[in-house]
């Protein structure tokens, strides 16, 4: 019995250090102590809380980076940036309907628009257009990888089967969209 507990427990820790080691090294266009501040509190998730919060959190991601990723096919003075937002609304778009059919197998409403704050900013960036458009846009989108990062790396080591799969399978995507975003946040000039 203290084998099976023992071998459970060392699991979990070798699954959640490989679940950090992918975003250990940060671009160096961002610095700690932005990425402190972006970073979430999902532990709550780690303990059993409520996954509803959990698809309901990813949810406005998902709508954040597939508006966003409209908006800079048409703002962005980058073909660069502009080949990365139409990246983000397809594979984001891709990731909601996944997100839809799990939380429909769990009876869980699903927002389908943005809380008033992040509309404004949105409308505000509808506004942008050619370099201003260009490094705030990347520079959110490490930000708010690292915000997905945190979440869904959170969530693949939840107890919920079907809430894990979907988290591991996703967080695959995402990391090669923070991988891609700090890339091209790196060769855009401040």
């Known amino acids: 019995m203290k084998t099976k507990h023992l071998i459970t427990s060392l699991s979990l820790v070798a699954l959640t250090v ?93 927002p389908t628009s943005l809380p008033t704050a992040d509309s404004k900013h949105m409308e505000e960036m509808k506004k942008m257009t050619g370099a201003a458009f260009d490094k705030h846009y990347m520079k959110m989108m490490v930000k708010d ?6 979440l869904f790396k959170s969530a693949a080591v939840s107890g919920d089967v079907k809430i894990r799969n979907f988290a591991s399978k996703t967080l695959r995507a995402l990391e090669r969209h923070f991988k891609e975003a700090g890339d091209i946040n790196a060769g855009v000039s401040y």
């Open 18 to 110: 490989s679940a950090c080691r992918n975003t250990d090294k940060v671009n160096s266009g961002v610095t700690d102590s932005s990425i402190e501040q972006t970073m979430t509190d999902t532990t709550a998730i780690n303990r059993g809380a409520d996954a509803g919060d959990f698809m309901k959190t990813a949810a406005i991601i998902g709508i954040m980076e597939i508006e966003l990723g409209k908006i800079a096919q048409q703002n962005a003075s980058s073909s660069r940036i502009k080949k990365f937002g139409e990246k983000m609304a397809k594979d984001h778009t891709r990731i909601a309907a996944d997100l839809k059919v799990l939380a429909d197998s769990k009876k869980v409403s699903l």
């Open 145 to 150: 990888h690292v915000k997905a990062l945190d």
